[in-house]
């Protein structure tokens, strides 16, 4: 069974860093196009980094520069440097991303997430 657990969100001041660790109990043919996502209450849940079948990477325009996605072994990481106040929201991670289609910044659905772990950025 596919599960995914996130860590090491917290309260960071404007420029500070972070780093998201998704743990990730199996792989399967299921779990290929992983990323984060976010959601800021009110808003719907956008796609911020994905690891592409392959190993490319997808970034949003808006974090483009600041925040890089990568892994190791069992364990989906997102560095996120020089936070901004808008950063802030619940961060998810996400396996599966895109169902089997197309993996691509702007895919909304996934097979498995994980519970979220908050991220807060003061100004």
């Known amino acids: 069974q596919v599960r995914l657990v996130e860590s090491g969100g917290g309260s960071v001041q404007a420029g500070g860093s972070l780093r998201l660790s998704c743990t990730v109990s199996v792989y399967t043919v299921d779990t290929k196009c992983m990323g984060w996502f976010r959601r800021v209450s009110g808003k719907e849940r956008e796609g911020v980094a994905l690891?592409?079948?392959?190993?490319s990477t997808a970034i949003a325009d808006s974090v483009k520069g600041r925040f890089t996605v990568s892994t190791s072994l069992n364990t989906l990481y997102l560095q996120m440097n020089n936070l901004r106040p808008e950063d802030t929201a619940m961060y998810y991670c996400?396996?599966?991303?895109?169902?089997?289609?197309?993996?691509?910044?702007?895919?909304?659905?996934?097979?498995?997430w994980g519970q979220g772990t908050q991220v807060t950025v003061s100004s």
């Open positions: 996400a396996a599966g991303v895109g169902r089997g289609g197309n993996c691509y910044i702007g895919a909304t659905s996934a097979y498995f």
């Open positions: 690891l592409q079948p392959g190993g």
